[in-house]
Every structure is written in C-alpha cells, then in structure tokens.
C-alpha cells in the first residue's frame, strides 16, 4: 500500500496561474480532505469529501476548488493563484468507524511569485 | 467557533527527560482526540490517540492523558531521544469528518 501519495511535490507559479494539486489513496476510505499549513497556525482545512460525490467547504476555502474524481482520487484547484496560496498542501484520507483516525501524503510546498 | 489551543509552541528537553505537551479544546461534543508527529518535510503521522470514554492511554514511551471536564488533553513522551525531535500536532473531533488542530509544539531534544 502506498497509503496517500500527493504530486507534485513542489511547484512555483506566478501570481494568476492556475494549477491542480493531485491526490490519491489507496485505503478504500471514504473521507478526504485537504488541509493547507502555515507557520504559527497549524493545519487549516481548505475542503473536504465525506463520500465519493460529495464535497464540503472547510475553514480557507477561498481561492480554491476541489474534484472528488472517484474514491480514490481527490484534487485541488488553484484558479488564479495568489502570494497568500504560498503554502504546504497536505491531502488526507480518513478510517472511520473504531479504528478511527487521518492519514496524510507527503506534502506539495507551493510558492507563488 | 471550534478551537484547540495548543502549548508550548517550542520545547526543548534534555535527551532522557520527559515532555509534556498540552491542548484545550472548545467543543464539549468533541470525544476524538488524536496526537501526530511531523518530521521536516514530512506529512503528519498518528502516534496515539484517546476516545472520550476513556481517562489515558499509553504506548511504550508515549501517553495521552484526557480531563473531559477540563477539556484538557495532554500528550506526554518518557525518556525522550533525539529522534523524538519533531513538531506535534493534537487535534479534536465530535466525529464529524472534521478535525480541529491545534497550532503545533516544536520539540527539540538535546543530546
């Protein structure tokens, strides 16, 4: 199992560039999630999927859009990015039920110029 | 709205000293509390976690003790080694899908 993998793993892009930030796990959960990190302010939630089909905006959601592509797959959008998206994007994918618990990808560290 | 405060944000321990990082949270609906590690260019990593309907939790050098009426939970590492050297992260959930984080410790242990 490769668990949560994230590509790419870094990037720049210059104020007004768009991107997409991919994701995958192969659990077979169906929650994901992607956070964004800054420092001093921990882990912040940008979106989030309960279940293939479905998504939810989190705490950050301005300036991006998500795709749960199917259950494996969850993808984050930056449609014209700005210095403040300057960031590390983690994905996560949740076991639910009494094993309950988040697992994270490696990271993608965005600078935007 | 929901909060986790997290203290201290920097700690630094001798090597075989013991660390004690603590959190607060706001929601009292909360009843999931995990605690991650983050080695530097690394995502987050589950090391224990405690549920509400009980009072600690232990796994070899690492406890997690849980004061529902506090809303106090604390992560605690014995004979701390260098490679505990990372930041920690705890975090709450009602379980809901979503987790709250707190803003992370940095711990340095000192050989």
């Known amino acids: 199992n490769a668990g949560v993998t994230q590509t790419p793993k870094f990037q720049v892009l210059k104020t007004g560039q768009s991107m997409t930030l991919q994701c995958a796990q192969d659990?077979?959960?169906?929650?994901m999630y992607w956070y964004r990190q800054d420092p001093g302010m921990g882990l912040r939630l940008i979106y989030y999927?309960?279940?293939?089909?479905?998504?939810d905006k989190g705490e950050v959601p301005n300036g991006y859009n998500v795709s749960r592509l199917n259950k494996r797959e969850f993808s984050l959008r930056l449609e014209s990015a700005a210095p403040s998206q300057t960031s590390v994007y983690f994905c996560?994918?949740?076991?639910?039920?009494?094993?309950?618990?988040?697992?994270f990808g490696p990271g993608t560290r965005l600078l935007v110029l | 709205g929901e909060n986790v405060e997290q203290h201290p944000s920097t700690l630094s321990v001798q090597e075989g000293d013991s660390a004690v990082i603590k959190c607060t949270y706001s929601?009292?609906?909360?009843?999931?509390f995990p605690w991650y590690k983050q080695e530097l260019g690394k995502g987050p990593q589950l090391i224990i976690d405690?549920?509400?309907?009980?009072g600690e939790k232990k796994d070899q050098r690492i406890a997690v003790t849980l004061n529902k009426t506090a809303k106090h939970f604390s992560l605690h590492i014995t004979e701390t080694q260098p490679e505990d050297s990372a930041v920690y992260f705890c975090?709450?959930?009602?379980?809901?899908?979503?987790?709250?984080f707190g803003t992370g410790t940095r711990l340095k242990v000192l050989a």
């Open positions: 996560a994918s949740r076991r639910g039920g009494n094993l309950e618990t988040q697992y």
């Open positions: 659990m077979n959960h169906n929650s």
């Open positions: 999927s309960a279940s293939e089909g479905t998504t």
């Open positions: 929601d009292s609906a909360s009843n999931y």
């Open positions: 405690i549920r509400s309907n009980v």
């Open positions: 975090a709450a959930s009602s379980g809901t899908y979503k987790y709250i």
